[in-house]
């Protein structure tokens, strides 16, 4: 048994995550179009019809915009705590009340063995969350759309085989972008997102031998590059002497296409 995803899409202009193993098959956000979310998954060979639930991290568009229309259309239950459920009713739209399922923040889910548990994060959102993903002794944990990691957050997450953390912007690109100062106050604030330096900051405490592959997520298409991205972090990492006992290894996400299925593996 092995536990595989795909990030379907990873950025401001949408976001969603495939989880699956044999038996389940997960998605976490539908902030594209219901379209173009059947259009990525069908690129990694699932029909939204195979799907088990959606997971919402929080309540922004880019997370949740084609969450209704795939939950109407394939009668699928929505997972989301009752502060994020409130912020998207609106958008998310009639949906009978046996798919309108509340997770409360720090609760788990089983799902045909496949352990699912809700975290905290800090983002200027009603109560957003982060997921981490566990079966048979291995360990998935998304963590996107946060200001900063707070222990808290290191605490559920440092033990991951393989992570998708946010490395949104570039600092200085985004002081020298065209965005209004109040936009970027936000963006750098510690309720926005995770810069590349504060990625690679988290990830010299985070890392041990245990993760082997890091997925660099939610880049900014204006304030970032993915070969700046996966460069300030490798230089971070260099410098602090990780690499010495973890050579994990940077992935790229798209907003565009989805990755390539990832078997989440221990050694």
Request: net charge negative; proline share 3%; hydrophobic share 35%.
């Amino acid at each position: 048994m092995s536990l595989r995803f795909s990030v379907l899409a990873s950025g401001s202009t949408g976001n969603g995550v495939l989880v699956a193993n044999e038996r389940v098959k997960l998605l976490v956000d539908a902030g594209l179009s219901a379209k173009k979310m059947e259009q990525l998954m069908q690129e990694r060979g699932v029909s939204p019809s195979e799907l088990q639930a959606i997971l919402v991290t929080h309540e922004h568009s880019d997370h949740i915009k084609g969450v209704g229309a795939l939950a109407r259309k394939y009668d699928l239950p929505v997972y989301a705590n009752e502060k994020t459920w409130r912020e998207m009713e609106r958008t998310v739209g009639e949906l009978p009340e046996p798919q309108r399922k509340v997770l409360r923040t720090g609760e788990e889910l089983w799902f045909d063995g496949l352990r699912v548990e809700s975290y905290g994060i800090s983002h200027d959102a009603a109560e957003p969350v982060g997921y981490c993903f566990e079966e048979n002794g291995v360990k998935l944990s998304l963590a996107t759309d946060l200001g900063y990691v707070s222990s808290k957050v290191m605490e559920k997450i440092h033990d991951s085989d393989v992570l998708v953390l946010e490395a949104n912007h570039d600092v200085d690109m985004l002081r020298m972008g065209r965005y209004p100062w109040n936009i970027k106050r936000r963006i750098l604030g510690d309720k926005g997102h995770l810069s590349n330096e504060a990625a690679g900051e988290a990830l010299c405490e985070l890392l041990s031998g245990r993760t082997k592959r890091v997925y660099l997520a939610h880049l900014s298409r204006d304030h970032n590059l993915m070969d700046l991205a996966r460069m300030t972090v490798d230089q971070l990492l260099e410098q602090r002497g990780v690499y010495r006992t973890n050579r994990v290894r940077l992935m790229d996400t798209y907003y565009d296409r989805p990755t390539e299925w990832d078997s989440v593996a221990a050694e």
